[in-house]
């Protein structure tokens, strides 16, 4: 599938790893049908899609380069789409936003023991070492499990909480974070989560009576460490395994297109410089042979599968791949349905609900369908709430009030789950 377009489709982003000056950002909203299947065109004709939806009224936000400005700029007018411009330019917001988080860190640096604040982010030792240390001090209700190593050999462990009555196959929730790199609030949200469970486990007991919580933060550690580095790094989603391109090299698959149920099929990219690369083969990144391998240890426990993205404010389950619904998709809506009120209803923050395919855009390869085709009863995609200019970037005195609002979410999910199941 290699073609012209291919080719300079390649090479534009070659371009963009180099740096974002000049670049803009754009808010776009369909108003209509046809407006929205045009933005989706847009998103396979290179266009960089920070967050795309096909619902009408809802805003999507799209980088563009200084070569794409004037074209992309007529078809707005063209067309009447109702757009804003956010940012107009993308390398110096990034680099301001970095030197800010370099300042916080500084402010506030961690005790290494003990609770967890939610005023910054953490770097994967950090939770590595923060679970390790909740092990620690709970050991008769928390356990941590290696389950493997990513590709540059950094560690992946598992948290598992419970009530410590050691009942055996009791029946499990599994969930995830930081498959994408820089989506750095899911790490953040599901610390809080961890958090909850274990050190406030009075407040929910009713959430470990029937049921242990197996828990990875970090599915991507390079990808994670990765943009840790550097302003260019910030955006960066795939692993870190290097490929080859065009004589270029290009780091990383997309995890979330990486998994062998209906692979690399639509809305995946056969291109390993593309952010939706599905790899070379299904499981060829070691990050998802861990999830997968779990899923299938869990299967015949897990009940519920729960993997935490931003951003969006969406709750889709499969499926992902098609866009068919399930024999039992009422079952997960009411599920994802009932997280959606919980959060509406506390926070005023409104979540879409529904399937992937329908509700966001139609992706083939990722880790909830094959959850769900693993046999988990339920399984959702959560995409939290957005922040900072690219969306990815909600500043550290933000973090409190999306990880709390996600926790209303999930606690609603699991309360339903455990009613039903
Ligand atoms: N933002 C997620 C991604 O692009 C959404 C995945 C939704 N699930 C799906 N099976 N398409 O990876
Ligand atoms: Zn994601």
Redesign the pocket.
């Known amino acids: 599938r290699l073609g012209l377009f291919t080719l300079l489709f390649g090479l534009a982003l070659v371009a963009a790893e180099q740096g974002y000056e000049g670049y803009r950002i754009y808010e776009v909203t369909p108003t209509n049908a046809a407006q929205g299947k045009l933005l989706h065109g847009l998103s396979q004709q290179g266009y960089d899609f920070l967050s795309l939806s096909r619902l009408v009224g809802h805003p999507s936000r799209v980088i563009v380069s200084p070569a794409q400005l004037s074209s992309f700029e007529e078809l707005l007018k063209e067309q009447l789409i109702s757009n804003r411009l956010l940012n107009d330019n993308l390398g110096a917001t990034i680099a301001m936003e970095f030197a800010q988080r370099q300042l916080q860190r500084r402010l506030s640096p961690i005790t290494g023991k003990g609770r967890l604040s939610t005023d910054r982010y953490y770097t994967h030792e950090e939770i590595t070492n923060y679970i390790d240390d909740l092990a620690a001090r709970y050991p008769e209700r928390v356990y941590v499990k290696t389950v493997g190593w990513s590709y540059e050999k950094r560690i992946i462990k598992t948290i598992t909480i419970t009530n410590g009555d050691r009942r055996p196959n009791k029946k499990v929730i599994f969930m995830d974070g930081t498959?994408?790199a820089r989506e750095w609030i899911s790490p953040a949200a599901v610390l809080y989560v961890i958090d909850q469970l274990a050190e406030q486990f009075d407040q929910n007991a009713d959430l470990l009576k029937d049921y242990d919580w197996v828990i990875l933060p970090v599915v991507n550690p390079d990808g994670y460490e990765h943009t840790q580095k550097g302003t260019l790094a910030r955006i960066f989603r795939k692993t870190r395994q290097p490929y080859k391109y065009l004589g270029q090299t290009c780091y990383g698959a997309?995890p979330?297109?990486n998994f062998d149920f209906h692979w690399n099929e639509e809305?995946a990219s056969s291109t390993p410089c593309v952010d939706?690369y599905a790899g070379p083969k299904p499981f060829s990144e070691p990050e998802t042979v861990v999830v997968r391998d779990l899923m299938h240890s869990l299967a015949d426990r897990g009940v519920m599968y729960l993997t935490i993205?931003s951003f969006?404010n969406y709750l889709?389950y499969?499926?992902?791949?098609t866009n068919d619904l399930p024999e039992t998709w009422m079952d997960l809506d009411e599920v994802a349905k009932a997280g959606g009120d919980a959060i509406e209803a506390a926070t005023g923050t409104v979540y879409a609900v529904g399937s992937?395919?329908n509700v966001?855009?139609?992706?083939?390869g990722?880790?909830?369908?094959y959850a769900f085709y693993a046999g988990f009863n339920i399984s959702i995609?959560m995409?939290l709430s957005g922040g900072g200019i690219t969306g990815f970037d909600p500043p550290a005195s933000k973090i409190d009030e999306f990880v709390t609002e996600t926790w209303i979410g999930i606690r609603a999910m699991a309360e339903k789950v455990i009613e039903k199941y």
């Open positions: 498959f994408h997309d979330n297109r809305g939706t993205h969006g889709l499969p499926w992902g791949w992937s395919t966001l855009y139609i992706a083939a990722a880790s909830d369908d995609t995409e």
